[in-house]
């Protein structure tokens, strides 16, 4: 729908595309690793969404720190940062709380097991980003 506005919004002030476009349009455009919705435009509404590849990062790492039971502070730091940036497009941020864990491995643990409080924390994100992907 967004496509054919545009088409013919350009029509009516006869806009002409000097170059030839090298991708087709689409209704959902990449920018910065965000996907921005323009299915439902002509409803008044435009859907800011995490990029799925980000999605599927953080539910990897998320499936090897839990089979094997180690996280490093490094890998920690790693995974907050993708889940936090996640976060940031989902309403309400709702991995919020459970970063707790992951910032506690990151500065203040020496060990390297996941122990039951990371473990929850870990569950809990893997079920966020499964309603998300």
Not at 2 to 25: C, E, P, W, Y
Not at 87 to 98: E, I, K, S, T, Y
């Amino acid at each position: 729908m967004a496509k054919q506005l545009l088409i013919r919004l350009n029509k009516l002030f006869q806009v002409t595309i000097g170059h030839d476009k090298s991708q087709a349009m689409r209704s959902c455009y990449k920018f910065l690793g965000v996907f921005t919705d323009f299915r439902f435009f002509s409803q008044g509404l435009v859907g800011l969404l995490p990029a799925p590849q980000s999605i599927n990062k953080a539910i990897a790492m998320i499936h090897a720190a839990r089979h094997e039971r180690r996280l490093s502070s490094g890998e920690s730091s790693s995974l907050r940062g993708v889940v936090q940036w996640i976060d940031l497009w989902l309403l309400g941020r709702p991995a919020r709380g459970a970063m707790s864990a992951l910032i506690a491995r990151h500065y203040f643990d020496t060990m390297q097991d996941v122990d039951e409080k990371l473990d929850l924390c870990l569950r809990y994100l893997l079920a966020v980003l499964r309603v998300c992907a």
